[in-house]
């Protein structure tokens, strides 16, 4: 085969790769996953993106900064897939915007209003064997994260209902390393398949106060 030829069946298989959609090796496409019609109207951005989650079945974080009032987001998605369902999420939120991780992971952030307490970089010991309650609970003990939330004056804030932990909480375990607690939380959504992490933080002209919900 002659140079000129193997350089155009390399560009047909390379161009046929990219028109197909299909994720590169080692990595995953959340956003190309294809959904029949779907309804979302949930009072608040994280609980529509809640729902999203769940009625999608894909992995979502989100971060924000809270604005002063949230209100109502409703969403009649004809059909498509996932980044069509995303896209129609922010034409109706527009002050939030979504990415997606390599490992599939989608995350959420509101524009300009983001927690820069997800990119506190901690020496994680690592978790063996622990429920996802367990790895929630011990995060208020990273030092890294406490040293944020004394510099910030920050208090933790987050509501119970009681059914937070009543299902995918088996055992799941965490490499220990550095990592980010944006890349602690996403390994923890979805290694225990509950698929949704947020953190939240109170208006900027209140006191602060984080909830960092894993459920």
């Known amino acids: 085969m002659t140079k000129q030829l193997m350089y155009l069946f390399l560009t047909m298989i390379i161009t046929r790769t990219l028109s197909s959609g299909t994720a ?3 990595q995953s496409n959340a956003s ?4 029949d019609r779907l309804h979302i109207e949930q009072f608040a951005v994280y609980n529509a993106l809640g729902e999203i989650s769940q009625k999608a079945q894909v992995t979502i974080g989100v971060d924000a900064v809270e604005p002063k009032q949230e209100s109502t987001v409703v969403l009649d ?3 498509g897939k996932v980044a069509d369902l995303l896209d129609m999420f922010v034409a109706a939120a527009p002050d939030y915007r979504w ?4 490992s599939g992971v989608i995350h959420v952030s509101r524009t300009s209003a983001h927690v820069s ?5 901690m020496s994680y010991p690592g978790a063996v064997k622990k429920t996802r309650r367990n790895i929630w609970e011990d995060i208020a003990n990273r030092p890294e994260v406490a040293a944020w939330m004394q510099s910030n004056s920050c208090l933790r804030g987050e509501l119970f209902n009681g059914k937070e932990f009543r299902e995918h909480d088996d055992p799941i375990s965490i490499g220990p390393g550095s990592l980010t607690l944006t890349e602690l939380l996403d390994q923890v959504a979805v290694k225990s398949s509950v698929n949704y992490c947020a953190v939240l933080q109170s208006p900027s002209d209140t006191p602060c106060r984080i909830q960092i919900i894993l459920w």
Do not use: I
Request: proline share 11%.
């Open 77 to 79: 998605f004809p059909g």
């Open 32 to 35: 190309l996953k294809r959904l």
């Open 24 to 26: 590169p090796a080692g």
């Open 117 to 121: 307490l997800l990119d506190v970089v």
């Open 99 to 102: 990415t997606e991780t390599s």
